[in-house]
Nanobody
């Protein structure tokens, strides 16, 4: 059974950092692309970044490049999203998603989704 579980969210002050984890089970990361998305209150879900099965990284939103870094640990079957210099507008529920195949899909064309983890940036 394919499962994605996000963790690492919480409350952080502006300028702070968080590292989100996406633990995958039921499949191996070397065959799937993993993407991170977020949805702020009252807004549509937007893509953050994706790492392909071959470790190619895509940023769906250029403004996040430089502050957010995606990585994976195949031994732990886990993908991470390191978020630095956080801003109040980064407040959202963050989701990870998996897609079978070599590359990162466009948009939200992923096969599996996690339940999300809340990130709140506030003083």
């Amino acid at each position: 059974q394919v499962q994605l579980v996000e963790s690492g969210g919480g409350l952080v002050q502006p300028g702070g950092s968080l590292r989100l984890s996406c633990a995958a089970s039921g499949f191996a990361l070397d065959a799937y692309a993993i993407g991170w998305f977020r949805q702020a209150p009252g807004k549509e879900r937007e893509g953050v970044s994706c790492i392909s099965s071959h470790d190619t990284i895509t940023y769906y939103t250029e403004s996040m490049k430089g502050r957010f870094t995606i990585s994976k640990d195949t031994a732990k079957n886990t993908v991470y999203l390191q978020m630095n210099s956080l801003k109040p507008e980064d407040t959202a529920v963050y989701y990870c998603a998996a897609d079978y195949g070599p590359g990162c899909p466009s948009g939200e064309m992923y096969d599996y989704w996690g339940q999300g983890t809340q990130v709140t940036v506030s003083s």
